[in-house]
C-alpha cells in the first residue's frame, strides 16, 4: 500500500519528492489526486483507508458544505519516513546502475 502511495512514485519518478507537493500538515484529497496523478480515484481512497486501518495516517471529516475530508501523517506513520526519504536516492542510483548495465551489454 505504501509502495502504491509513495515507493512507486519514489522509484518510477524519482526525480519527484514528494515533500515539495505533499504539506507535512494535513492534505486534501483533491491534493493527494493532483500529485498522484497515475492512481485511479478508487486505488487512493482504498490505499487511503488501508493505510487508516494501518495507523499510518489519520482522517479528519469536517461536517460542512460540501463534505472536506483532510489527511495527515500519525505520529506511528512519522517513524516511517526516514525511511521513504531515502528512496528517492535509491531509485536514482538504480536507474543510472539500469543505464549502466544496459550500455554495458550494447
Same mark, same amino acid.
Given at each position: ?20 507537493? +505533499? ?11 493532483? /500529485?498522484?496523478?497515475? %492512481? !485511479? #480515484? ?13 495507523? +499510518? ?11 472536506? /475530508?483532510?489527511?495527515? %501523517? !500519525? #505520529? ?31
Amino acid at each position: 500500500m505504501l509502495n502504491i502511495i509513495f515507493g512507486e512514485i519514489f522509484i518510477k519518478c524519482s526525480d519527484v519528492s514528494m515533500d515539495k507537493y +505533499i504539506n507535512p500538515g494535513y492534505n486534501r484529497f483533491s491534493l493527494l489526486q493532483k /500529485v498522484i496523478p497515475h %492512481i !485511479s #480515484k478508487q486505488m487512493l481512497i482504498n490505499q487511503l483507508r488501508e493505510l487508516e486501518e494501518d495507523n +499510518i495516517t489519520e482522517r479528519a471529516a469536517f461536517a460542512e458544505i460540501p463534505p472536506r /475530508v483532510e489527511y495527515s %501523517i !500519525s #505520529k506511528y506513520g512519522k517513524t516511517i519516513l526516514p525511511v521513504i526519504q531515502t528512496i528517492p536516492e535509491w531509485g536514482s542510483d538504480m536507474k543510472k546502475s539500469l543505464r549502466q548495465f544496459k550500455a554495458s551489454k550494447r
